[in-house]
């Protein structure tokens, strides 16, 4: 990608914008025209996408720019109503890029679907029965899927996880039966239940006990992506602290996020700001990623931070941030809504592997912007300056005044609707 055309790119207009993706060749031409009147989700689409539609929301769409993941450069779509998530991720990805760029390793993608039974007289013997009937199951699974199977995937591995009734909390014993099937380029969620339910009648039959549900886990321990960055302290000065400091602050900031669930949800929520914006951009379900992401950051008991930050023995900062990210390229919404397929071009990804790579490493990148800046300058500093624009449009100007009145703000130092309203009034004369 030439590089030239997107120079301060945040200073430009909307359309001036769209002409620079266009002559860094980021965009064709036709995604350019697409982009001008808007990635329009038409009416009939959006009937059809859900029940009692009345109306489309719509969310701003932004692109985060110097993306190095594994060598290759992105433009990476965000969706996102939020102030400053945008500016941060480009400002991280410029950072990291200086510094080689993020790494990532993708794990098979294997979904997970799951078979709750109630009432097995005798689990321990049921277990080795229905270990022992592994392929049989597998085969029904499958019979009941037959195209993912054409396609090259299918029911892969049966595992029985015994739950042991918990008279405190008054629930009783589960035996449950996950299903680990490879969706290919889909997220899945469609053939895994269909399988997950296709193998329920059976599991009755030789457990004895009664089926609760077949469904598929969003806790998708078998669909794990990482991103890893390695940032050298003279990347890390920032206003007269040194980059050893900033370093040793930012592992500071990645303990205490470990250590205390309060501040684990914190710094969670700032990794998802990345995660989710290309989550969504991508037409992808990002109820079913925030819901994995917050187990996984679970898993070991306590609620704990996903990103781990720490000193390598030459003194650079080491990152690193695991997700589960069971993401497709196909299904769902993916083919239908404009905005999705066009995320998609600008990505370029091959497949739901390469995606994966891509959200976690917005995901390490948005991580670390945020809690560099909540170590050195502080949050606010940043945000609130980029807030002003919102409050400026809460406070009801229009067009140019909204530069106005957002510049006065930030010169005013009290960042506030009043203080909006009044500059404008002022302005309005
Ligand atoms: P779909 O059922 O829409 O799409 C998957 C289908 O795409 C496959 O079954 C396959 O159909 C087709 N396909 C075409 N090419 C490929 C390929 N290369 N690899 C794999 N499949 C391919 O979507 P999903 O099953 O992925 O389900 C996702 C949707 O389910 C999302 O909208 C999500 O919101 C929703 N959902 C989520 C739940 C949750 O997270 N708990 C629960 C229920 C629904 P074929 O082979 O027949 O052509």
Redesign the pocket.
């Known amino acids: 990608m030439e590089k030239q055309p997107l120079h301060k790119f945040y200073e430009k207009n909307r359309l001036e914008r769209i002409k620079a993706l266009e002559q860094a060749k980021a965009i064709s031409a036709e995604d350019a025209a697409l982009l001008e009147k808007g990635l329009v989700l038409p009416d009939e689409t959006a009937d059809h996408m859900i029940e009692n539609q009345i109306a489309k929301y719509e969310l701003p769409y932004g692109t985060a720019l110097n993306f190095l993941i594994d060598g290759k450069e992105y433009v990476v779509p965000m969706a996102i109503e939020e102030p400053s998530v945008v500016a941060a991720a480009s400002s991280a990805a410029k950072i990291i890029n200086k510094a080689g760029g993020f790494r990532t390793t993708v794990s098979n993608r294997m979904m997970i679907g799951q078979v709750a039974l109630m009432e097995v007289p005798d689990p321990i013997r049921a277990k080795t029965v229905v270990m022992a009937h592994e392929e049989e199951l597998l085969q029904t699974a499958n019979e009941a899927?037959p195209?993912?199977v054409?396609?090259g995937?299918g029911a892969r591995k049966l595992e029985v996880r015994l739950i042991p009734a918990d008279e405190k909390a008054g629930t009783p014993a589960f035996f449950v039966v996950h299903l680990h099937i490879d969706?290919?380029?889909?997220?899945?969620?469609?053939?895994?239940?269909t399988m997950a339910e296709a193998i329920k009648p059976h599991l009755e039959e030789w457990t004895g006990g009664r089926a609760l549900m077949g469904?598929?886990s969003?806790y998708a321990t078998e669909c794990l992506a990482t991103a890893e960055c390695r940032i050298p302290v003279s990347l890390l000065e920032k206003n007269g602290m040194s980059g050893e400091e900033v370093r040793d602050r930012i592992i500071e900031a990645a303990q205490f996020a470990y250590a205390d669930p309060y501040r684990a949800a914190t710094h969670n929520k700032g990794i998802m700001n990345g995660v989710d914006a290309v989550v969504i951009a991508t037409g992808?379900?990002w109820?079913?990623i925030e819901?994995g992401a917050h187990a996984y950051a679970a898993r070991s008991g306590k609620y704990r931070s996903l990103s781990i930050w720490s000193k390598a023995e030459n003194g650079d900062l080491l990152g690193s941030l695991t997700l589960p990210l069971p993401v497709?390229?196909?299904?769902?919404?993916i083919s239908i809504h404009p905005a999705a397929g066009f995320s998609k071009r600008l990505l370029g990804y091959q497949n739901a592997k390469e995606l994966e790579s891509i959200i976690v490493s917005a995901g390490l990148g948005q991580n670390f912007s945020a809690i560099k800046a909540l170590v050195t300058d502080g949050i606010q500093k940043g945000h609130m300056a980029l807030h002003a624009k919102s409050l400026a449009i809460t406070a009801g100007a229009s067009g140019s005044e909204i530069d106005r009145v957002a510049e006065k703000l930030k010169q005013s130092g009290t960042i506030d609707l009043a203080t909006a309203k009044e500059i404008l009034k002022e302005i309005r004369g």
């Open positions: 899927k195209s993912i054409k396609r995937g969706t290919l380029e889909a997220m899945g969620a469609n053939i895994i239940d469904i598929l969003n992808n379900d109820r079913a819901a497709g390229t196909v299904g769902g919404q």
